[in-house]
């Protein structure tokens, strides 16, 4: 590794400014770039003061524009310098005259007018970030005859890895179009995933299954651009494929297991996004997302629980919604023995059935004696309502308050248990 190639470069430079200040022509050139300046200011400064009041004179409802005028006006004073150095440039070519100092000086305007746009205006991080930091720097080498020798001093720092040569040129490449590439698959995959779920030609388990497979074959492409971008032979992964072979049998069965899992559980339409899932454990909640790795669970207390997708293999798990939403529940109460028994289960239905929750079908509301208790008759209320009773669709406390307000308005009592204490031998102490 040496730096003569650029050592050579620099005091070529150097020699060529040290003899352009000794002559007139270098004289000649920075006057013209001064008054170029000045002059684009004077122009700009005037098209500035003519847009605003084109822009005051308008209507507020027709101001669309204002922000297009805001990007002229920022470039107004740049481009119009720019126009200007390049006539500058072309009328001293034609003349004979040496213009190095009017390109320099028209390069530093340029990269500086880039620099800024990208700056303002540019509000995509990451378009931002590869426009600021990486075809900037590049423009200004092409700019100034820099960037081959700094590309050819990049590539002759290599180093051998097995049959492979890599040099920093290429791992630079591989960073920056990684970066450009994994960056444009993470917006075709949001794309192309929105696109599949809004196929309502399609169920919402096969959406699901479409939507996964596409999100994998799109990162296999890029992963495989991605080696052509460097220069790696396919065959020459064979060895590393191998070992990756090895390394999923043991070491990363796991995670493997769960990526087959969630295919598997895709395609047997066992369960889908909205249903309402109960593991084994008691953990339940509302399907909202289903993962190459795990699928999450949001509980109607906000809180997301994360399960493997081998826990939907491997163990037994409830869905609550999976082919109808509609569920079954059942609520218990007590009167007392003295009440009117035989009315109490009309009084019940015809109060719980005007609960707009409710549902007439598949069953009607049902309202029968389940046990003689110690206290008091004990009734069972069966009914039927839309999705989960829980959370926002919380009903058993509405109809507990309706069965309470029936009970008293026909003058029913709850029982309580009771107990009789009895002293005995009281006369003896």
Not at 65 to 92: M, R, Y
Not at 143 to 149: A, K
Not at 233 to 257: E, K, P, R, Y
Not at 322 to 350: C, G, K, M, W
Request: proline letters at 3%; hydrophobic letters at 50%.
């Amino acid at each position: 590794m040496n730096f003569e190639r650029i050592e050579q470069a620099w005091q070529t430079f150097l020699s060529e400014l040290w003899l352009m200040v000794g002559e007139v022509d270098f004289y000649l050139q920075l006057l013209a770039v001064v008054v170029a300046g000045v002059f684009a200011w004077f122009v700009s400064s005037k098209s500035k003061a003519l847009l605003d009041q084109r822009l005051q004179k308008t209507q507020r409802s027709e101001r669309w524009f204002s922000q297009p005028v805001g990007v002229i006006k920022d470039l107004l004073w740049p481009v119009t310098t720019l126009l200007l150095l390049g006539f500058v440039q072309s009328v001293f070519e034609q003349s004979g005259y040496r213009f190095e100092l009017i390109k320099f000086a028209f390069g530093l305007v340029l990269l500086a007018t880039l620099f800024s746009s990208v700056h303002r205006h540019v509000n995509q991080l990451f378009v931002a970030t590869m426009l600021k930091w990486v075809m900037l720097p590049m423009a200004t080498l092409y700019l100034f005859g820099w960037l081959e020798p700094t590309v050819t001093y990049l590539k002759s720092l290599a180093f051998q890895v097995g049959d492979i040569t890599l040099s920093v040129y290429a791992i630079l490449r591989l960073l920056v179009l990684g970066s450009i590439l994994f960056w444009l698959g993470r917006l075709s995959n949001q794309y192309g995933q929105q696109i599949i779920r809004n196929k309502q030609s399609l169920d919402v388990r096969s959406r699901e299954v479409f939507a996964k497979l596409f999100e994998i074959a799109l990162f296999v492409v890029i992963f495989l651009l991605l080696l052509n971008v460097v220069g790696i032979n396919l065959t020459a992964l064979a060895v590393f494929g191998g070992a990756l072979g090895v390394g999923i049998g043991f070491g990363l069965q796991q995670i493997a297991s769960n990526f087959i899992s969630g295919l598997i559980i895709l395609l047997d339409k066992s369960m889908a996004i909205g249903n309402y899932i109960e593991l084994e454990d008691g953990k339940a909640g509302v399907l909202k997302k289903m993962g190459m790795r795990s699928s999450s669970l949001e509980t109607y207390d906000g809180k997301m629980v994360v399960v493997p997708n081998e826990r939907f293999i491997t163990t037994t798990f409830t869905n609550w919604t999976h082919d109808d939403p509609r569920q079954r529940y059942t609520l218990e109460f007590s009167v007392a023995y003295d009440s009117d028994i035989p009315s109490i289960p009309d009084l019940i239905l015809n109060a719980v059935k005007q609960h707009p929750q409710v549902l007439m079908e598949p069953e009607r509301p049902d309202c029968e004696i389940i046990e003689f208790a110690d206290s008091g008759v004990v009734f069972q209320l069966e009914y039927w309502i839309e999705g989960i009773d829980d959370g926002k669709n919380r009903v058993a406390s509405d109809l507990l308050m309706i069965i309470w307000k029936t009970l008293h308005e026909n003058q029913i009592s709850i029982p309580f248990p009771q107990r009789e204490v009895r002293i005995l031998n009281e006369g003896s102490r």
